[in-house]
Every structure is written in C-alpha cells, then in structure tokens.
C-alpha cells in the first residue's frame, strides 16, 4: 500500500488554478513514521527536481523563486492532507508534481500528479 498519494493534477489552461492534495490512505503513514515536514516538488521533461513548497511542523514556509505568490501550500492539523493551492498558472508550471514528506526514519515520495498547462 502507497504512504502517499497525490490528486488534483490534469490539464488546464494558461491563468487558470489547479489544487492538488496529497493524502496517506487510511492513515498508514502515522503509523511508519513520524512527520516532520512535507511539501511538493515538481519535475519537468529534460530537468531536474526542483522545490515548490515545503511546510514545517511549526507551519514555516518556503517556496521556490518562480512561484512568485501564486501558489500557497497548507497542511490539517493531523498533517495530511497536504494542499498546494496554485493560481495563475503558465506553460512553464507544466510538470509532475510530486508530495514529499521528510520523516524521522527518511525521505518519502508520492507517485506523482501529471499538471499541463496549456498556453
């Protein structure tokens, strides 16, 4: 069974919003290890893995320089799930998004969610 499992990703156009959540069926993930931060990266064909946002236990962000106050990434309370609100979206946003959560015992992955955006 997946710890991590992203939604919300699919096709959209130019100017346009997606959220996409990150969850852990059933709770698994509490009961493997223990949170202590969690965010999203993305992946674009022919580059690197690069940081969208990440958010601390005590609720610190950080976001990388090309999200310019579009996107805002939340956690509940109980940790997942792990939202990224993105607006105002542009061709250059196009990428597999990935959940990340970095644990006690390691790092963790999601599979991943397609998001296009079409110019």
């Known amino acids: 069974q997946e710890l991590l499992v992203e939604s919300g990703g699919g096709l959209v156009q130019a100017g346009g919003s997606l959220r996409l959540s990150c969850t852990s069926p059933?709770?698994?993930?509490?009961?493997?290890?223990?949170?202590?931060?969690m965010g999203w990266y993305r992946q674009a064909p022919g580059k690197q893995r690069e940081l969208v946002a990440l958010?601390?236990?005590?609720?610190?962000?950080n976001y990388g320089d090309f999200v310019k106050g579009r996107f805002t990434i939340s956690r509940d309370k109980a940790n997942f799930p792990v939202n990224l609100q993105m607006n105002d979206l542009t061709s250059e946003d196009t990428a597999i998004y990935y959940c990340?959560?970095?644990?006690?015992?390691?790092?963790?992955w999601g599979q991943g969610t397609q998001v296009t955006v079409s110019s």
């Open positions: 958010i601390a236990n005590g609720g610190a962000r």
């Open positions: 059933g709770g698994i993930f509490s009961r493997y290890d223990v949170v202590y931060g």
């Open positions: 990340y959560v970095r644990g006690r015992r390691g790092d963790y």
